[in-house]
């Protein structure tokens, strides 16, 4: 079992910032990584980002590259998503995960989940 929980979503206007933060207890061991997947009305699960816990290397979704950048302390099953120069697109349920695989967009346990809203 593993118990996430995420905290920081909010409304901001475009072009602003936020900072969403994870920690994750339990039995982390044998996964991937840690790492965010969102979802908005209508649409499917997207990854956004992950921390390996192999060697500490990060991915990001191809919409996000360049504005969100993730951070943390995998060994403590801490990460942080710092989100800058924020779209209306990434409005979403921001979820903090276990990644079973990146590439195929796979995650076991998630938490709650924290709404972002990006609006003016």
């Known amino acids: 079992q593993v118990h996430i929980v995420e905290s920081g979503g909010g409304l901001v206007q475009p072009g602003g910032s936020l900072r969403l933060s994870c920690t994750a207890s339990?039995?982390?061991?044998?996964?991937?990584?840690l790492g965010w997947f969102r979802q908005a009305p209508g649409k499917g699960r997207e990854g956004v980002s992950c921390?390996?816990?192999?060697?500490?290397?990060?991915h990001y979704a191809d919409s996000v590259k360049g504005r969100f950048t993730i951070s943390g302390d995998p060994a403590k099953n801490t990460v942080y998503l710092q989100m800058n120069s924020l779209k209306p697109e990434d409005t979403a349920i921001y979820y903090c995960?276990?990644?079973?695989?990146?590439?195929?967009?796979?995650?076991?346990?998630w938490g709650q989940g924290t709404q972002v809203t990006v609006s003016s």
């Open positions: 921390i390996r816990y192999s060697d500490g290397g990060t």
């Open positions: 339990g039995d982390t061991v044998d996964y991937y990584g």
């Open positions: 995960a276990m990644v079973v695989s990146w590439y195929e967009n796979e995650y076991h346990y």
